[in-house]
């Protein structure tokens, strides 16, 4: 009786020990499901499109320096090319990670939306309404209330980005070093 009791309790643990090796197996592959989501659906993007968005404004400072002591945009020739880059340039960035908020909002981490995130969108709905009011004919420069949040959202793009690029490393056994992976290389 004792041996068929010890055969009992055997094959009772072995199958305990496979159900939650299989369950811990499924949860990390879920996870890592996610992660990769994240990253190719919500961080990735955005990460390229706030990087495009900035070095795209830096070109444009640089065709268009202002001097110090002289009101940005007080010439035509500024007041016609801020219009033709907000229009083709720094709209449909906008748009974009509008849009990447609006359909890849679930991607993300954060229970609710960042007052970040929330900023940018009220800045590409501001530069909707210029691209309007200048299609329209009324050419009048505002600018909205706040700057574009350039720095927070290109800080906030690529912590976000490197954070989930770490953990998929390590779910998939990997470590990475310096932004790239240690792992060996085929050639």
Known sequence: ????????????????????????????????ARVNRQLSEFYGPLLALVEVNSRLYHAFSEKHPRPEGREPLSHQDEQDAWRLWITTVFLPTHRAI????????DLMDEADMPPLLLEVYAHAAWHELSAAKWEAGDLTIEHPPRAFPATAIRAYARENFARLKSEQAALLGRRLRQGRRTATRRR
């Open 1 to 32: 009786m004792g041996a068929v009791v010890v055969t009992v309790m055997a094959g009772f643990a072995g199958y305990l020990v496979t159900y939650l090796n299989n369950l811990r197996l499924t949860q990390r592959q879920e996870r890592l």
């Open 98 to 105: 509008r849009d990447l908020v609006n359909t890849k909002a």
